[in-house]
C-alpha cells in the first residue's frame, strides 16, 4: 500500500469511528450526549421551518453549556409512510427524544409503536394528535396552541376594520362580500380557524355574505392560483379575504397585484402566523392584520421538554393541560405593534 492509500484508509477508518460516535447516542467523552430527531410534514411550510430554527437556536445554549447536542431534521415531504421510515431511521442512530410534526395527524399509531418499543418519548408539535391517540402511551407530548384563538382573534381584526373603515363595504350594500382560504382538509388550523374567525364576525354584528372559498394546503403559489380564480368569478365584487395562514394570505394579495388591481379596488386580507413576510406586509400596509403564532414560545416549550425528558429534572415546572400538552397562546397584530414581533429569536 502506497503512502496515499494508507493516509486515505486512516482517515477513513477515522471519519467512520467519528460517525459511530455521532450515532451511538449518550456517553461520548464522559459527557452525556443528547440527540434529537425532529420529524418535519414538509420542509417548504414557511412557518413550520421557523419552529424548527428557533428550536435549533435555542437548543444551542444548552450546547454552550456544556451539554453535546446533536439534532437531525427530517422532511417528509408530505408523506406519511416516508415520515415512518424516517422515524425508524433516527431511532435506530440512536436518537433520545424524537420531535414530530406529523403528515397525517390522524395517522400516529406506528409511530408511537416504534417510539414505546425503544422507550424513546416524542413531543408532537404543531399538528395535534386526535386525543385517543395522545392515551396511548405516556411518553407521549404535544406543543401547540388553541385553534379558536387563532379564528376568534382573526374576526376580531376583522370586524375593528371593518367598523373603522366604512370604505370596506365597497358596493355599500351594508353586507361584506368575502372569500376565505384555507388550510389542509383535516388539520385543526384549517377548519376550526374559519369556523372561529367568520362566527366572531357575526358576533360583532358584521353582517356577511360569503361568495366562495378555496383550500389552498398552507401555500402561497396555490392560495395565488385560487384567489386568481375567485377574482374571475366574483370579478370586483371581493371586500374581505380570510385565510388560515400568512402564506395563503400573501398568495392572494399577489394574485390582485398579478392583476395590477388598483388599490381602492382591492379587499382587506386578514392572515394568521405573523411569519417574517406577513409582519413585512402588515407593515407595509398589504396586510391588515394577522395574529402571531407563537414559533419562539413553541419552540421553547419544546426545547424545555425535551431536556426535561433527557435529563430527568425540571419536568415538574412545566405547566402542562391534559396531562402532557402545552398551548402557547396567540397575539393579535396590526401595523400599531408589529414591529415588537419581528426578530424575536
Ligand atoms: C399552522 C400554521 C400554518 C402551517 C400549518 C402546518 O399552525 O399556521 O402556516 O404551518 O400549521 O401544519
Ligand atoms: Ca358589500
Request: glycine share 8%; aromatic share 6%.
Amino acid at each position: 500500500m502506497g503512502k496515499r492509500k494508507i493516509l486515505q484508509a486512516v482517515l477513513t477508518a477515522g471519519v467512520c469511528v467519528l460517525l459511530l460516535c455521532s450515532c451511538s447516542g449518550k456517553k461520548q467523552g464522559g459527557a452525556e450526549k443528547l440527540q434529537v430527531g425532529v420529524a418535519c410534514y414538509d420542509r417548504s411550510d414557511t412557518f413550520i421551518n421557523s419552529v424548527v430554527d428557533s428550536y435549533k437556536e435555542q437548543i444551542g445554549s444548552y450546547q454552550e453549556d456544556g451539554l453535546p447536542v446533536t439534532i437531525s431534521v427530517m422532511d417528509a415531504a408530505g408523506l406519511q409512510r416516508t415520515q415512518n421510515d424516517q422515524i425508524k431511521e433516527l431511532l435506530s442512530s440512536g436518537c433520545s427524544v424524537l420531535c414530530v410534526n406529523l403528515v397525517d395527524r390522524t395517522d400516529p399509531s406506528e409511530i408511537i409503536d416504534l417510539a414505546r418499543d425503544n422507550d424513546v418519548p416524542i413531543i408532537f408539535f404543531n399538528r395535534e394528535p386526535v386525543a385517543e391517540d395522545m392515551l396511548q402511551w405516556s411518553g407521549l407530548y404535544y406543543v401547540g396552541a388553541y385553534a379558536e384563538q387563532s379564528g376568534v382573534m382573526q374576526g376580531e381584526l376583522a370586524a375593528d376594520a371593518i367598523k373603522e373603515h366604512e370604505e370596506v363595504d365597497r358596493n355599500g350594500d351594508g353586507k361584506i362580500q368575502y372569500v376565505v382560504l384555507e388550510g389542509e382538509p383535516g388539520h385543526q388550523d384549517a377548519i376550526i380557524r374559519t369556523e372561529n374567525a367568520v362566527d366572531t364576525l357575526k358576533k360583532n354584528d358584521v353582517r356577511l355574505e360569503k361568495l366562495s372559498y378555496g383550500i389552498a394546503n398552507w401555500n402561497r403559489a396555490q392560495a395565488q392560483n385560487r384567489m386568481t380564480q375567485m377574482i374571475g368569478q366574483y370579478p370586483d365584487q371581493i371586500e374581505l379575504v380570510l385565510a388560515n395562514n400568512d402564506d395563503m394570505i400573501l398568495g392572494a394579495i399577489d394574485a390582485f397585484e398579478a392583476l395590477n388591481t388598483a388599490e381602492d379596488a382591492r379587499p382587506v386580507f386578514f392572515g394568521i402566523d405573523g411569519t417574517d413576510v406577513g409582519l413585512e406586509a402588515v407593515l407595509d400596509g398589504r396586510l391588515a392584520g394577522t395574529v402571531y403564532n407563537d414559533k419562539e414560545g413553541q419552540a421553547e416549550a419544546m426545547v424545555k421538554l425535551t431536556i426535561a425528558l433527557f435529563t430527568g429534572e425540571g419536568m415538574d415546572d412545566i405547566a402542562f393541560e391534559n396531562e402532557r400538552c402545552i398551548y402557547l397562546p396567540y397575539h393579535k397584530i396590526t401595523i400599531e405593534n408589529a414591529r415588537e414581533f419581528q426578530n424575536l429569536s
